[in-house]
Every structure is written in C-alpha cells, then in structure tokens.
C-alpha cells in the first residue's frame, strides 16, 4: 500500500534548467510534507518542507508546491547544478496522531547533466 | 554540525544470527528512531522511541526486534534471528520534536545488513 507515490524512478536535467520532481499521496490524513535527498553511502538530508496550510514554500532554489485538492506535491530546483544529482525522496507525515514515523516515497533520481 | 553516528557501516550474518546495530543520535535531542531500506524500495519507518520506551511502531517491528538505550549515548536495534528479508540499509535518525512533520529528523549514514 503506497500511501506516497514517486512514480518517476529517475529525472534527467540538463545543468541550469530546472527540475520538477512530483509527488502524489492518498492519505487524506497526512499535514506535513518534507522532501529528502540522498548521496550515496550516506542517509537522508533534510531539504524542505510544508504544512497543509501553504500552497507553496521557499527556500533559495528550492521551491515545493502543494496541491491538496489533487494530493500532490512537487519540489522544484531552479537553476540545477552537477551537486543536485541524488536520489530525493518525498516524505509525509500526520502530525495530529498516529505513528510518529515519516511515510516515504521510493525516491526519484535526479542526474544533472552538464 | 551535529550528526548521527552509526556503527557497523556494514555487517555480513548468518540467517540465524543475532545482530545489534548501534547508533549515537546527537546528544540534546530526545526523539530516536529506525528506519529501513530494502535495495531499490522505500525508505520505510520502523520504531520510535522517547524516555525510554518505544513511542510508535510499525508492522515490520515484530517480536524479532527490539530496541535500547543502554546508556546516556547510545541507541541500538537488535535483530534476535535474522532472515535472508532482513537484508537492507538501516537508518537510525534523531529529532528534538515529538512530530517529525513539525521539525525534521536527522538522519545517520546508515548500516548495511547483509544476511547469507
């Protein structure tokens, strides 16, 4: 049961354009949406994130959007560089109770290509 | 900048075998967790834990597993008898908030289980 969804395994983008990585949920309950990034051979880095009651948050390159109504969300990287190549996971959580652990997507591979 | 350690970075069992893998959250925060990642699939939440009891769990932390704070440092995941399944990256993370959606979850690099 796939409660976050990344459906694009792998995202290539030329270096200075930008990417869009998407993400959809099907829990109603969830409030809080984070995005990850991972290196190789190390863990998950905080990048950003957003509460239900925005519809858009940003920081320097970073922007994610949030549609609540369509249960999606995108995290946007403008302009990409080379060090942006990483898997990026998309995470979720519902903060009014419940589990206390984030709900992971499979991750997108974002490769930046100079 | 405060990071999470963990230890072993890798670990090669025998299904069968008990396995303790070791973890230091960063030191003022209250909140541990695991996490997992079996190859080419999510990142997937295991427990979690504050003052000195397990706060959540999911399905995949059954009998098998348990966790502890032995000391004032250091945080560990034990597997009593491990399957080929187990097999996976483990994350350890820490946080100084109850909800991880409320402040973020720092994340260790990660300790490779491989079970034969």
């Known amino acids: 049961d796939q409660q976050v969804k990344q459906n694009s395994p792998s995202l290539s983008v030329q270096e200075g354009r930008i990417s869009i990585l998407n993400c959809d949920y099907t829990?109603?309950?969830?409030?809080?949406f984070l995005w990850y990034k991972k290196y190789p051979a190390e863990g998950p880095t905080f990048l950003i994130s957003?509460?239900?009651?925005?519809d858009k948050n940003e920081d320097g390159r970073f922007t994610v959007f949030l549609n609540k109504s369509a249960k999606h969300l995108s995290l946007h990287i403008v302009p990409s560089q080379p060090g942006d190549s990483a898997v990026y996971f998309c995470?979720?959580?519902?903060?009014?109770?419940?589990?206390?652990?984030?709900?992971f997507g499979k991750g997108t591979h974002l490769i930046i290509q100079p | 900048e405060p990071e999470v350690t963990q230890t072993p970075s890798h670990q090669v069992t025998q299904m069968g075998q008990e396995v303790i893998l070791r973890c230091v959250p960063i030191?003022?925060?209250?909140?541990f967790y695991w996490y997992r990642q079996i190859l080419g699939q999510k990142v997937e939440f295991l427990v979690s834990f504050y003052n000195n009891e397990i706060s959540e769990k999911s399905e995949i932390f059954d009998d098998q597993f348990s966790v502890e704070r032995p000391d004032g440092s250091n945080f560990t995941l034990k597997i009593r008898s491990t399957k080929l399944e187990d097999s996976a990256m483990y994350f350890c993370?820490?946080?100084?908030?109850?909800?991880?959606?409320?402040?973020?979850?720092?994340f260790g690099a990660g300790s490779r289980l491989t079970v034969l």
């Open positions: 993370a820490s946080s100084d908030l109850r909800h991880p959606g409320a402040n973020v979850l720092t």
């Open positions: 995470a979720a959580t519902d903060s009014g109770g419940g589990a206390d652990g984030l709900t």
């Open positions: 030191s003022n925060h209250l909140y």
């Open positions: 829990n109603s309950m969830f409030d809080y």
């Open positions: 957003i509460s239900s009651i925005k």
